[in-house]
């Protein structure tokens, strides 16, 4: 079985650079099986972790970023393989 954790947080104006350097130090202990760390316009920061585990699963996740980076509170959702 395997679970994949979506990160998504948009960074106030300007502060792109900030919240993708901020994403990119946060380790998570285990790591995941894979990461991947993705940037969008209006300074959106993408981060997706691959786990090997049940989709119920307690797996760490990316804390919120400071208050001061963000615009919101980041989303977060969680899948399953569909295949």
Do not use: C, K
Not at 27 to 32: C, F, H, V
Not at 39 to 60: F, G, K, M, N, S
């Amino acid at each position: 079985m395997s679970v994949a954790l979506m990160w998504e947080a948009r960074a106030e104006a300007g502060r792109g650079p900030e919240l993708l350097d901020w994403a990119r130090a946060q380790a998570l202990e285990p790591p995941p099986v894979r990461r991947e760390t993705f940037r969008a316009p209006q300074d959106r920061v993408l981060v997706i972790t691959w786990w090997d585990a049940p989709y119920e699963a307690e797996v760490p996740e990316l804390p919120a970023p400071p208050p001061e980076l963000v615009s919101r509170p980041p989303h977060r959702w969680r899948f399953e393989p569909a295949d």
